[in-house]
Nanobody, 113 residues
Framework: QVPLVESGGGLVQPGGSLRLSCAAS????????MGWYRQAPGKEREFVAT???????KYADSVKGRFTISRDIAKNTMYLQMNSLIPEDTAVYYC???????WGQGTQVTVSS
């Protein structure tokens, strides 16, 4: 069983929005701070945002004011609302459980006209 499953990626025009989801088991979700990371072609994986169990959030400077991370404890699901998307946001986005070290399989986000 895959511990983390992302969904919601796709192709969007510049200025558009997408919402990514990451579903996890309750055993993972209840003890881990969770995060979103991304990897663009030819680049290293980079931090996007994290959220702790208590709801404290951190963002990369490149996405502040445009992206919002959240989690629904009842659904064991984390979200990344991405607004005002730009071509530089194009990447594979990964969900990460910080304490267990689990990674999802990734979901492709492409921002292009």
């Amino acid at each position: 069983q895959v511990p983390l499953v992302e969904s919601g990626g796709g192709l969007v025009q510049p200025g558009g929005s997408l919402r990514l989801s990451c579903a996890a088991s309750r055993s993972i979700f209840s003890i881990n701070a969770m995060g979103w990371y991304r990897q663009a072609p030819g680049k290293e994986r980079e931090f996007v945002a994290t959220i702790t169990i208590l709801g404290s959030r951190k963002y990369a400077d490149s996405v502040k004011g445009r992206f919002t991370i959240s989690r629904d404890i009842a659904k064991n699901t984390m979200y990344l609302q991405m607004n005002s998307l730009i071509p530089e946001d194009t990447a594979v986005y990964y969900c990460h459980a910080l304490q267990n070290g689990y990674w999802g399989q990734g979901t492709q986000v492409t921002v292009s006209s």
